[in-house]
């Protein structure tokens, strides 16, 4: 029976219990911030990352991971007899697949070995792509069957976020069909979604109680008559908010699983702090 490893990037943030559980490798992004580099979840947390965005004069960037700690993932699992099957953060929002595209080329022959699938998402909408191949695969599934599955994963989960201000988005260069939104009234409360890899601008709401409403509502449109729904809240600086919008998906739901995590320091980066939503995935 192949041995399949799964390797992904650290905007899907996946909670540190499920990377464990299932053998997972995480490749980080980059965080720059003035003339220091950290990688993404590994020397900056999102704590210290929101702290340090408070009182900051610089704001920080992002980059993509970069091709030589791709390949060095790559060649360890080959060289320990697995195969590869990398699952990232969707190709119009980020460099990282084109990264895992060329180590594979620069390994070789040992390339023939690594499978890339671009989850047209991020955040916990591709940690539970990931998930869901990672339990295929562990309840004895091919490696054919994983990737099958894998590359239309994306189909089955999505991802809903307010934001405080579409400031950082627009930043960064990742607003997309949101860019419709600048300019438009005070104190209204953009909710976005990724939709075919990019974020696209759905509604503005006034109040953030009302937003967070409206994202419930959008979860249920995309659930409803569906089977093994699973719910995560993501948040950037927002526990209390993250964790009463959870209860209240779990309570409407009746998920079969729920997951409370934080967006990672590059996620948070370009959605900013307060930004809170929730991904899924069903059957």
Not at 237 to 252: F, I, P, T, V, Y
């Amino acid at each position: 029976m192949t041995k399949v490893a799964i390797v992904t990037d650290s905007t899907a943030y996946i909670p540190t219990e499920y990377v464990k559980q299932y053998n997972l490798s995480i490749t980080p992004q980059v965080l720059i911030w003035g003339e220091e580099m950290f990688r993404d979840g590994v020397d900056m947390q999102p704590e210290e990352f929101y702290t340090r965005l408070k009182s900051a004069k610089t704001m920080p960037t992002t980059s993509q991971v970069p091709i030589v700690d791709m390949q060095a993932t790559f060649q360890g699992l080959v060289d320990q007899g697995f195969s590869v099957m990398g699952i990232f953060i969707s190709s119009k929002l980020s460099g990282t697949q084109q990264s895992a595209i060329q180590a594979k080329q620069m390994m070789g022959s040992a390339g023939e070995k690594v499978v890339i699938v671009d989850s047209k998402s991020t955040a916990m909408a591709l940690g539970f792509q990931v998930l869901s191949t990672a339990r295929m695969l562990e309840a004895g599934a091919s490696l054919q069957e994983g990737i099958a599955y894998a590359e239309k994963a994306h189909e089955k989960t999505g991802v809903f976020f307010a934001v405080d201000t579409l400031e950082f988005l627009h930043r960064g260069g990742r607003i997309g069909g949101a860019q419709r939104f600048i300019g438009s009234a005070l104190n209204l409360k953009p909710i976005l979604a990724v939709k075919d890899g990019k974020v696209e601008g759905v509604d503005r709401i006034r109040t953030k109680t009302k937003a967070h409403d409206r994202i419930l509502e959008l979860i249920s449109e995309q659930v409803k008559g569906k089977s093994n729904i699973r719910i995560a809240c993501l948040h950037a600086n927002a526990h209390e908010d993250g964790k009463k919008l959870l209860e209240r998906a779990a309570s409407e739901f009746s998920p079969v699983e729920t997951i409370y995590t934080e967006l990672s320091p590059v996620v948070g980066t370009h959605a900013g702090p307060g930004t809170v939503g929730l991904a899924y995935i069903h059957d």
